[in-house]
């Protein structure tokens, strides 16, 4: 019998679901990242997924799998490393099981993390965010129900799992207008809704007349949005945005792009990053930090509070050769 499928079917039924509680979001994650690789290593070796050995799965093997979701599926390097995270989480758990396999299991678990390069966000000023939700055709019920989904991730900052996860009991319009949603993490948040956002749902929520436990943004046929739904939404509106606004044109906006713009309305309202770490959802302040290096307006404010040094002119000699030829190189 394979050593692999048991050890597969156990990770998830015994590690994630039963002893880590994953989230369904996590699960899916996981699923997502075998089924790819199983997929990769059947069209590699010819044997099928049922039949596969841990052996199989040695480190040039995964080696192997990265480097395909990076230059033939065109994946980025967050998506890589989340791939390896779900291997080594397999991997981790079969050193328990199977130490017969140790050596296999050592050479996969050393297998690093890529390095991330760390671009500045992006983001949309009011111009531009007007414009885009200017460009929702509010004489369809399709248009209405995406300008109020956008409004309401741009002032809420809502995650694109969270927006599409909301039912229609978690807007509360009533004194202390609020959004709640189970975040990643399973961290539970509340976010406050402005006057012109609680409006906005107010005439969807009449408008889309449905359970309290129905999706507040559904497809025709009452199903919730998928991801790709949302996104491709977001772009049909960029695109008719961008006649309005040509700075749209330079700009890849997702639905992160609107989380990023509701963190920096924020910032630029003098809210503290810890206030905007709690509104976002995040779970380290450093985290919340990226919108700081994007905000060239706090930057500019900072220069302009330098006043010049009596210092005299001139450039710091070291007076040792050693550190000179440190400061060299």
């Known amino acids: 019998m394979s050593s692999l499928a048991p050890l597969l079917q156990a990770f998830f039924t015994d590690r994630l679901m039963t002893q880590r509680r994953a989230s ?17 290593v059947t069209v590699q ?13 040695d480190a040039p093997c995964i080696s192997g799998f990265l480097t395909h979701l990076h ?59 007007d414009a885009l939700l200017a460009a929702c055709d509010q004489t369809t019920r399709t248009g209405r129900r995406d300008h109020a989904m956008f409004a309401l991730a741009i002032q809420t900052g809502l995650r694109i799992s969270e927006l599409t996860g909301l039912t229609i009991a978690d807007v509360h319009l009533g004194n202390g207008p609020h959004v709640h949603c189970i975040g990643k993490g399973r961290k539970e948040r ?9 409006r906005v749902l107010k005439a969807w929520i009449s408008e889309r007349a449905g359970d ?60 503290d990053t810890t206030v905007i770490a709690l509104w976002l959802g995040h779970e380290q302040i450093a985290t919340t930090n990226i919108y700081l290096h994007a ?15 009596d210092a005299a002119a001139g450039r710091y000699q070291p007076p040792d050769p050693v550190l000179a030829f440190l400061a060299s190189l």
């Open 24 to 40: 369904p979001h996590t699960i899916a994650a996981y699923r997502d990242a075998f089924r790819l690789l199983l997929d990769y």
């Open 45 to 57: 070796t010819g044997t099928t997924p049922s039949a596969l050995q841990i052996s199989d799965l």
């Open 71 to 129: 230059h033939v599926r065109g994946n980025s390097v967050r998506t890589r490393n989340a791939r390896l995270a779900a291997i080594h989480s397999l991997f981790g758990y079969a050193a328990l099981r199977h130490p017969e396999h140790a050596a296999v299991i050592q050479r996969v678990l050393a297998i690093p993390t890529a390095r991330i390069e760390r671009n500045l966000v992006t983001y949309l000023d009011h111009a531009e965010a």
């Open 190 to 198: 509340r976010t406050p809704l402005l006057p012109a956002t609680v």
């Open 212 to 271: 309290a436990n129905d999706p507040l943004f559904a497809t025709s046929t009452g199903r919730p949005l998928s991801r790709d739904a949302v996104e491709r939404r977001i772009l049909l509106a960029t695109t008719r945005a961008r006649a309005a606004r040509p700075s749209l044109r330079g700009k890849h906006v997702t639905a992160h792009t609107l989380r990023h713009t509701a963190a920096m309305r924020l910032l630029h309202a003098g809210v």
């Open 295 to 309: 905000d060239m307006t706090i930057k500019e404010n900072a220069i302009a509070k330098i006043t010049p040094q």
